[in-house]
């Protein structure tokens, strides 16, 4: 049956979309959806825990953002260009990458990067396959690299975003975008959750650009969803499967921790590329509760929300964050779906 993308349109007032952090995490705001009453309520995410099931399992993507922005200097000419990685193939040297400004960089142009003894060469120009002089770029990374924030952020990125758009329990590097869900839990909170009788476990997505590109077919159903790699241990399957045989709630922490689990159910895969796609209609295998940011319009994260509180809960909790002048996207606000 098709599914119209005109229902996940709404309007957004610019001043809402959040362009700085927060300087404490946990802070945010917090709408929390009943789905069995209808009920929108309102607190701040610090009091994630007055709303969480009891004993519930809480599943976090730990995932790690790296500072894929490149400013570099053609050594030909010594004109500009931006490398935005996307993705590492096996060998570490090779990766796929968004080349700016592509019409004036050529095959074989070697790239600089602000005295670092840190090359990459322009392999394959279309493809935007690019060669470094190193096959761990980590620490180079570290150096030259920026974050990097979302096309909806319009300013530089800065020392604040190298901790604060990232999770506190980030290990595994390799997205581009960060877990969002996520970034309101402070060490602090994590361990008041535990001492509550909560438990998490982290599996790991690696958030590539495709996330911020919307859905553009009229029936979102032809949609053809992105590619992600993900991860999940076989001993933390079987904790969390435990923990649902044994009657204890699974809170997806973000989106990304949902789509890993329904991706792991429905495969029976706990590592590779997932490119589930959840929009409403969609059967819930392994969340209970869902936590969360205000999404993108059109965005195939917003499509899995209304498949999981509703199409009529969820336009009315938009409606109403706007109305109460929540912050939206990456540094927004949070809500908790029960």
């Not at 917090?30 to 009920?39: F, I």
Request: net charge positive; aromatic share 8%.
């Amino acid at each position: 049956m098709p599914i119209p993308l005109t229902d996940f349109a709404y309007q957004l007032p610019e001043q809402l979309i959040a362009q700085h952090p927060l300087d404490k995490r946990d802070r945010a705001r917090l709408m929390v959806l009943d789905r069995a009453t209808g009920r929108i309520g309102h607190d701040v995410f610090a009091n994630i825990g007055k709303y969480l099931p009891p004993k519930s399992v809480l599943v976090v993507n730990n995932s790690k953002v790296i500072p894929a922005r490149l400013l570099g200097r053609k050594q030909r000419s010594d004109g500009k260009v931006e490398i935005f990685l996307l993705r590492k193939f096996p060998g570490g040297e090779l990766y796929e990458a968004l080349l700016r400004p592509l019409r004036k960089i050529r095959e074989g142009d070697k790239i600089s990067f602000n005295g670092s003894s840190l090359v990459a060469q322009v392999i394959d120009k279309e493809k935007g396959i690019v060669r470094f002089n190193r096959k761990n770029l980590s620490a180079a990374l570290d150096k030259v690299g920026h974050i990097p924030l979302p096309p909806y952020i319009r300013r530089p990125d800065d020392k604040k975003d190298r901790v604060l758009y990232q999770t506190v329990y980030a290990k595994r590097e390799g997205s581009v975008a960060a877990p969002t869900a996520g970034l309101h839990f402070t060490k602090a909170l994590i361990k008041q959750l535990q001492g509550l009788g909560h438990s998490f476990e982290q599996v790991t997505l690696h958030v590539n650009y495709a996330t911020f590109k919307p859905v553009e077919e009229e029936d979102i159903t032809q949609h053809k969803m992105h590619s992600e790699d993900y991860a999940v241990s076989p001993v933390m399957w079987r904790r969390i499967n435990k923990a649902r045989e044994e009657g204890r709630p699974v809170v997806a922490v973000g989106t990304t921790s949902c789509r890993v689990l329904e991706a792991a159910a429905a495969t029976g895969k706990l590592n590779g590329e997932t490119d589930i796609f959840i929009y409403p209609g969609y059967r819930f295998e392994m969340t209970d509760v869902l936590v969360t940011n205000f999404h993108l319009p059109h965005s195939s994260l917003l499509m899995l929300v209304q498949a999981f509180a509703g199409k009529e809960l969820t336009r009315w909790a938009y409606a109403e964050a706007i109305r109460e002048k929540y912050r939206f996207y990456s540094y927004g606000d949070g809500m908790i779906i029960k």
